[in-house]
C-alpha cells in the first residue's frame, strides 16, 4: 500500500504556502476524501497540498482531543504540524498542554475522564495505561505506516499483549556530554572516543584544580531523574544491550552484580569530589540544583562537562550560540570501545483511548512521513522523530544538536535502547528510582539505593 | 462538548435541583401534627444524608476496603500495607515527620501568635501591626512554599559566585559558610515547619486577639485591683478566658498540619527524608501506582485526624453547655 505520499520532494515546501492558501478556500468538503480510504490514495484530491490527506477521508465536523505533558514553546510546534490536517480533512485538533500529564493521565484512567489521544512520553506508563483496559489498539492503516517508517524495536515498544496500540511521535537522544568547544581547542583537549579517554580527560582537568563536571538532579517531584539516565547509560555501555533489557525486564535483580556496578561507575563521577560539582558546591549540591541550572556553570568556565540529553540544547541562554565551533556544543557519550555505538534515548507515544474514524486517522497522520518531515521542518524542539524514511534534508532549520541526533538516530550501528527508568513499572520508574537515586547522591550507600530499589519492585 | 452545551447542562442541573427541592417541600407540607415534624425533618434530611453517603461515606468505606488489598487493587493482602506503614523504614520516616509536624505546628504557631495578639493588643499601630501578620494567611500554599525556597536557596562558598537565597547571605555577610537549609535531615523538616508557621501565626493572632477583646473589662479590672501582674495577669486572667478560642485554634492547626501537602510536595518533592503522611499517600497511589498502600496512609491520616476531631466537638459541646 502507499498511502498517498508520492510527491514527497515537493511536498513540504508546497505545504506551508497551500496551507495558508487553504485557510481562505476551505477545503473541507471538497477534499472529497470519504470516498478514497486506506487502500486508494491514487486519485488525487483537487485541493493543492492535500494529497497526502485524501486517505483520512472527510472528517469535518468530527474533533479529535489530545491530551499531552508538552507545553510552551513546543506546543505551538505541535499545533503546526496538525494545521494541514485540520486543513484538508475537517477534522478538528484540540489540544491541551498539561505540565503534570503523567500524574494526571492516570487519575483521569480513573475517572473515566479520557482524552480521545494521550501523548505519552514513557513506555511503562504506556503499559500501564493499556493495563487499564481503556486503551483502544490502532487500526490497520496506523499499524501499516508503522511498518514501513520505524525500525520494529519502536513498534515493539508501543504493543503489548501481542497487540499494536500507540505509534511513535517524536524522539530524543540522552547519550550526549555538553561541553564548551572553544574551551576544548584552547586547552587541546580531544573529544572523548572511548569511556576510557573520557575518564582520562576528566582527571586531566582536574589536575589543573577546575571540577570538569557539574550535574544537578533537581525536578520538583521528579527529583533524582538525571541519575537514572547517567546509570542507564552506563549500565548499556558496560554490559550490552542484552543485559541492559534484562536489567529493565527485571530478569535479574536491581541489586545484582552489574546494576551495583554500574552505579559504582557513576559513582566514580557524581560521587566523586573532584570531579564535581564546578561553580554549583559539593556533592550534595548536586541534589539541590534544578537540572535546568546544572549545564550553566560550563558558560562561566566553572565547569567543563555536563552530561544531559540533546532537549537541554533548550536551557542555553540566547547570547550562546551552540554549535561545534561555538560557546557550547555536545559529543557523543563514547561506548567502552571506539566501535560501540549505544545509544540511550526517548520518545513519545500516541495512545488512543476512543475507537474512532477520525482518532485512528489522526493517529495514522503521525505515523506518516508526511508528519514526519513537517515535523522535521517545523524545527525546535520537535526536530527529532524516529522515522527511518524521513529526509533529512527537511531538517536544514534545526539546530546542530538535533541533526547530530538524527544523525545518530540513523546510524546503521546505532543500538537504541529507551529510557530504561521509563520502562519500568511507575513504583519503580517514576518513584523509588529516583528517590533513592536522590538519597544516593545525599550519601546514601550503592548497596543500600540497590537493595532498596529493588525492595521497591512490584511482585 | 461546547461551552452553550456546558451552559444547558448547568442549567438542567439546576432546573432539576429547584425539582427536586419543590417535590420535597411539597410533600413534607402535607404533613402536620408531631408525627408531621418528623416526616419533615426526614424529608429534609434526606438529601443530605444521600449526598454525603456518594460523596464521602461510599469513597471512605472503598478506601478503607482498598487499604486491604495490593498495589493493583486485585488481591487481598490483609493488613500487609499497614505493617508496611509501621516496618519499612522509609515509611517510618514519613511518620517521624508527620510527628514532628504535629508536635511542632500548632503549638509554635499558637503561641507565637498569641503573644503577638497580647503585645499589639491596644497598641497604637495595632491594626498596620495585624495586617503584617495577616498577610501570609493571604498567600497559597504553594505560593508561601515557592517565596521561602527563595530564602533557602544555596550557592556554593567559591570566589566569583554570588548567594542567591536570603538566609545564606546573611549567614556569609556574617562570615558563616552558605548552609543547605533543604537537603540536611532531619533539620530541613524544621525548615519547612517554619513556612507553615509563618502561614499560620497570622490565623491564631486573629482568633485569639478577637477573643482577648471579648475578655470582659471588669474581670480584667478586678485583677488589676487585686494587683495582679502581667505575667499572672496572662496565667490566671487572660489564657482561661480566651480558653475555648485556643483550643479551636490548636486542633484547627493540628489537622491542617496533619494533611500538610503542599509545601512538602514544592519544596522538597518529599526528598531528603522529608515526605509525610500525605505527600506519601499521593505519590504511592499516583506516582508509585501503588493503591493499596496509598490507601492505608489515607486510612492513616484519617484515623489521626478523628481524635483532634472528636476533642474539638467535646470541647464546643462543653462550652455551649456552660
Known amino acids: 500500500m502507499t498511502f498517498g505520499i508520492h510527491r514527497r520532494g515537493g511536498f513540504p515546501a508546497l505545504a506551508a504556502l497551500a496551507v495558508v492558501a487553504l485557510a481562505a478556500t476551505a477545503c473541507g468538503g471538497s477534499s472529497g476524501g470519504s470516498t478514497n480510504n486506506a487502500g486508494g490514495g491514487t486519485s488525487a484530491s483537487p485541493v493543492a497540498g492535500c494529497e497526502d490527506f485524501a486517505q483520512y477521508g472527510n472528517l469535518k465536523g468530527k474533533t479529535v482531543t489530545v491530551y499531552t505533558g508538552i507545553v510552551t514553546p513546543e506546543d505551538q510546534l505541535l499545533k503546526d504540524t496538525w494545521a494541514p490536517f485540520e486543513k484538508c480533512t475537517g477534522a478538528t485538533i484540540k489540544g491541551e498542554f498539561d505540565k503534570s500529564f503523567e500524574a494526571q493521565i492516570l487519575v483521569r484512567a480513573k475517572a473515566g475522564n479520557l482524552p480521545d489521544i494521550g501523548i505519552v512520553p514513557q513506555p511503562g506508563l504506556l503499559k500501564a495505561l493499556i493495563a487499564t483496559g481503556k486503551a483502544v489498539p490502532a487500526d490497520q492503516a496506523t499499524i501499516d505506516a508503522v511498518d514501513k517508517n520505524f525500525a520494529p524495536s519502536w513498534k515493539d515498544l508501543g504493543s503489548a499483549d501481542g497487540k499494536f496500540y500507540a505509534p511513535p511521535q517524536n524522539a530524543n537522544i540522552k547519550s550526549f556530554v555538553w561541553y564548551s568547544p572553544k574551551e576544548f581547542t584552547s586547552k587541546g583537549y580531544t573529544i572523548p572516543k572511548t569511556l576510557d579517554e573520557l575518564k582520562a580527560l576528566s582527571d586531566k582537568i582536574a589536575a589543573t584544580g577546575k571540577k570538569p563536571w557539574c550535574a544537578g538532579i533537581s525536578s520538583g517531584e521528579a527529583t533524582g531523574w538525571p541519575v537514572t539516565d547517567w546509570m542507564e547509560d552506563w549500565m548499556l555501555r558496560l554490559y550490552g544491550a542484552d543485559e541492559y533489557d534484562k536489567w529493565v525486564n527485571h530478569s535479574i535483580a536491581f541489586n545484582s552484580e552489574e546494576p551495583t556496578a554500574a552505579l559504582d561507575a557513576v559513582g566514580a563521577y ?18 539541590s540544583t534544578t537540572f535546568q541550572d546544572a549545564g550553566t556553570p560550563i558558560l562561566k568556565g566553572q565547569c567543563s562537562m555536563h552530561r544531559q540529553a540533546s532537549f537541554y540544547a533548550a536551557n542555553w541562554p540566547k547570547t550562546a550560540k551552540v554549535a561545534p565551533d561555538g560557546d557550547i556544543f555536545a559529543f557523543y557519550l563514547p561506548g567502552v570501545k571506539a566501535e560501540d555505538k549505544p545509544v540511550l534515548g526517548g520518545g513519545e507515544f500516541m495512545l488512543g483511548f476512543r475507537d474512532a474514524p477520525e482518532v485512528h486517522a489522526f493517529q495514522a497522520y503521525v505515523s506518516s512521513t508526511t508528519w514526519a518531515n513537517l515535523s522535521e521542518q517545523g524545527g525546535g524542539g520537535r526536530c527529532v522523530t524516529p522515522n527511518k524514511n524521513a529526509d533529512p534534508a527537511k531538517a536544514a532549520s534545526c539546530s546542530d544538536i538535533d541533526k547530530l541526533s538524527i544523525s545518530i538516530l540513523q546510524d546503521p550501528k546505532a543500538v537504541f535502547r529507551f529510557d530504561g527508568s521509563d520502562a519500568m513499572p511507575s513504583a519503580v520508574g517514576t518513584n523509588s528510582f529516583w528517590k533513592q537515586a536522590t538519597a544516593w547522591i545525599t550519601g546514601q550507600s550503592t548497596k543500600d539505593t540497590v537493595d532498596k530499589i529493588e525492595a521497591s519492585w512490584p511482585k | 462538548m461546547t461551552t452553550t452545551h456546558k451552559f444547558l447542562t448547568m442549567f438542567e442541573a439546576i432546573g432539576l435541583f429547584v425539582a427536586v427541592v419543590g417535590v420535597i417541600l411539597t410533600l413534607a407540607s402535607r404533613f402536620s401534627g408531631r408525627k408531621g415534624d418528623r416526616i419533615v425533618a426526614a424529608a429534609f434530611l434526606l438529601p443530605t444524608v444521600a449526598l454525603i453517603s456518594v460523596g464521602l461515606l461510599y469513597p471512605g468505606l472503598k478506601t478503607i476496603y482498598q487499604s486491604f488489598y495490593n498495589a493493583a487493587g486485585n488481591a487481598y493482602v490483609g493488613f500487609d500495607n499497614y505493617s508496611t506503614i509501621f516496618s519499612d523504614p522509609d515509611q517510618r520516616t514519613v511518620l517521624r515527620n508527620t510527628v514532628m509536624w504535629v508536635l511542632i505546628t500548632p503549638f509554635v504557631a499558637t503561641a507565637i501568635g498569641l503573644l503577638y495578639a497580647i503585645l499589639v493588643d491596644k497598641a497604637r499601630v495595632e491594626a498596620l501591626a ?5 498577610l501570609p494567611m493571604a498567600i497559597s500554599f504553594v505560593g508561601a512554599s515557592i517565596i ?58 486573629t482568633v485569639l486577639s478577637a477573643s482577648i477583646k471579648a475578655i470582659p473589662e471588669d474581670i480584667v479590672e478586678a485583677a488589676r485591683l487585686d494587683g495582679v501582674r502581667a505575667w499572672a495577669m496572662f496565667r490566671y486572667v487572660t489564657v482561661p478566658s480566651i480558653r475555648p478560642a485556643l483550643i479551636v485554634v490548636l486542633t484547627t492547626i493540628g489537622i491542617g498540619t496533619l494533611k500538610v501537602f503542599d509545601i512538602v510536595r514544592t519544596m522538597t518533592g518529599g526528598n531528603f527524608d522529608t515526605s509525610v503522611v500525605a505527600n506519601e499517600f499521593y505519590s504511592q497511589s499516583f506516582r508509585a501506582g501503588n493503591q493499596g498502600l496509598g490507601a492505608a496512609l489515607a486510612v492513616l491520616l484519617f484515623v489521626l485526624v478523628v481524635p483532634i476531631v472528636a476533642y474539638n466537638v467535646r470541647q464546643l459541646r462543653s462550652s455551649e453547655g456552660r
Open chain 1, 270 to 287: 557524581l560521587k566523586n569530589s573532584k570531579y564535581v560539582n564546578g561553580g554549583l558546591g559539593d556533592v550534595k549540591s548536586i541534589a
Open chain 2, 130 to 134: 495585624k495586617a503584617l501578620i495577616f
Open chain 2, 148 to 205: 521561602w525556597k527563595f530564602v533557602y536557596d544555596f550557592r556554593p562558598d567559591q570566589p566569583g559566585i554570588k548567594q542567591t537565597g536570603l538566609l545564606n547571605e546573611i549567614i556569609v555577610k556574617l562570615g558563616g559558610s552558605p548552609h543547605q537549609f533543604l537537603i540536611d535531615s532531619p533539620l530541613n523538616n524544621i525548615f519547612l515547619i517554619l513556612v507553615m508557621i509563618w502561614i499560620q501565626a497570622g490565623f491564631a493572632m
